[in-house]
């Protein structure tokens, strides 16, 4: 049996929970690039990603965008804002088309009731998020930008890697920008950082494209 990731909203739930969300969400379709939540709208709803991929994103008053996350099929989005009644903290941008199960906040509410077990999923998702908050704090302030380019490209290589003969293909389109805004750098420093792995011949990369080619040098060096 497969191990179900601890982020995997869909895949934690038994059968009679998953007719149960389904029968009571409404499929929506995203264009790649569109806002599927925005940062302080009221939550008026819960999505759940059935295909295509996102990111979690803030701004900074300059404007400038920090990435928070990336968000995979499966996942569930806007949960703290509905369970707290508080407007969401971030916006959530599509990278490619995604297609999304949308539940009014009546009906979430309505689905955690009827079925209580799903309470613990979303206690576990949240607790996740919650720890892997405190770890990037603590890895922005002791950490220099090659170690966090590092841990961010063993995380990308282990949640959307696909394995070949000569390594792990990351499949998420992710740009130097993007990977900036994740590891708290400037895209300068990124880029040297890359070049720097790059030259140490642990991974290759294209445009929007990362190939992992020595897994393990680079797992080590991000401990």
Known sequence: MTAVADHDFLGMLNPEENRALHSRGIVRRFRRGAAMLREGEDPTRVLVLLEGRAKA???TEDGKEVVLGFIAPGELLGEVATIESRPRSATVITLEPVTALALATSDFWALLDEHPRVWVVVHRIV???LRLADLQRKEFSGSNTLSRVSRRLV???DTHGT???DGVTITLPISQEELAGWTGASREAVTKALRTL???GWIET????ISVRDSEALRRFAR
């Open 155 to 157: 995380e990308l290589s």
């Open 206 to 209: 294209g445009r929007r494209s």
């Open 127 to 129: 607790i996740r998020r």
């Open 163 to 165: 394995e070949s003969e």
């Open 198 to 200: 790059r030259d140490l």
């Open 57 to 59: 994103v803030t701004f």
